[in-house]
Nanobody, 127 residues
Framework: QVQLVESGGGSVRAGGSLRLACAAS????????MGWFRQAPGKERGKVAS????????YYIDSVKGRFTVSQDNAKNTVYLQMNSLKAEDTAIYYC????????????????????WGQGTQVTVSS
């Protein structure tokens, strides 16, 4: 079992920044794919970014490229999502997820392919 705990959410004005953290514990061996997802009110949950923990390769959806950065601290079993230049449309509950896959497949897993999920953290951006 893997436990994921997100932190770092909050309320900011447009243009501001937040850094989310996702701390993993339990049997994390082999869980080489970490993803960040978000769900806005009235919308389906969708992927924001992902990272392959074996080499740090990353993936971003177009709407966050250049603004969000996903990174990891392997010593702390923690993945981060640095969010800059936040916009009102970034308002959502943000979730991290852990999964396993080989090669480049790791970065493009859809949410059904992730095995473990955190409880989510609210991000609210006011305009």
């Amino acid at each position: 079992q893997v436990q994921l705990v997100e932190s770092g959410g909050g309320s900011v004005r447009a243009g501001g920044s937040l850094r989310l953290a996702c701390a993993a514990s339990g049997y994390t061996y082999g869980r080489n794919c970490m993803g960040w997802f978000r769900q806005a009110p009235g919308k389906e949950r969708g992927k924001v970014a992902s990272i392959r923990t074996t080499d740090g390769s990353t993936y971003y959806i177009d709407s966050v490229k250049g603004r969000f950065t996903v990174s990891q601290d392997n010593a702390k079993n923690t993945v981060y999502l640095q969010m800059n230049s936040l916009k009102a449309e970034d308002t959502a509950i943000y979730y991290c997820a852990a999964g396993s896959a080989r090669g480049s497949r790791c970065l493009v897993l859809n949410q059904d392919e992730y095995s473990y999920w955190g409880q989510g953290t609210q991000v609210t951006v006011s305009s």
